[in-house]
């Protein structure tokens, strides 16, 4: 199972094999360049790229900078509303279906996102809150400000629920998975200094974000949305 998502430069071929299921700008591209019939090769040249990048947009849940899409649209003859979805409609809701995802299923769909809720219960009630997190060894670990605010003070030696999903407002499809079990602080030096690394910049929140907390679920639930037809 794939521990991170690094992002990768424009100029740069990823260095990992292809993880699905794909992001919604990818499958848009792949959908355009096939149509024009065009290689990955010719549509890197148009863009200015290189195929690999190409082939890691096309295949991962990646969101290029708004400066490459207007590249990308132009190399591709559309629009950047286009390539995100803007101009599409949402499919009838017949045309949709729910289908159940197995654990591991979930924990792959986890692993290839960075942002999530939690959901602890603190003096004032049950509250709900953004964190960043990564996947690590059948846990998830997240990180909050420094303890002693609402998000560390909430989930230290107690249960908690965390939930991510991913939504294409467009097509009407997506996913979403939800944890419940037990949290701990993470307190070994050594062990705050291996998450801080692999962590992409600092908590989505904002703020110091040195505050590291592992939930090892007791229950792992998944659903996704998908077209009823091919």
Not at 40 to 62: M, V
């Amino acid at each position: 199972m794939r521990r991170e998502t690094p992002m990768h430069p424009e100029s740069q071929a990823p260095s990992r094999p292809p993880v699905h299921p794909r992001g919604d700008v990818g499958r848009r591209v792949a959908a355009r360049r096939h149509e024009l019939g065009l290689s990955r090769e010719d549509l890197a040249l148009r863009a200015g790229s290189a195929p690999g990048y190409i082939q890691y947009l096309e295949e991962q849940p990646a969101t290029p900078g708004v400066a490459f899409l207007l590249r990308l649209a132009d190399a591709l003859e559309t629009t950047v509303p286009a390539l995100t979805g803007a101009t599409d409609g949402p499919p009838p809701a017949e045309l949709l279906r729910t289908v159940e995802l197995d654990v591991g299923a979930c924990w792959e769909l986890l692993d290839t996102h960075g942002v999530g809720r939690i959901a602890p219960h603190t003096p004032d009630g049950p509250v709900v809150l953004p964190v960043n997190y990564l996947v690590t060894e059948g846990e998830v670990a997240f990180r909050s400000t420094v303890s002693g605010t609402s998000t560390a003070a909430a989930s230290v030696d107690a249960e908690l629920a965390f939930e991510a999903d991913h939504i294409d407002e467009a097509s009407g499809q997506g996913w979403s998975v939800l944890l419940v079990g037990p949290v701990r602080d993470v307190t070994d030096p050594a062990a705050v200094e291996r998450l801080a690394v692999r962590a992409d910049g600092g908590p989505w929140t904002g703020g110091e974000g040195s505050h590291w907390t592992l939930l090892a679920p007791r229950r792992v639930t998944g659903r996704r949305i998908l077209l009823a037809g091919p």
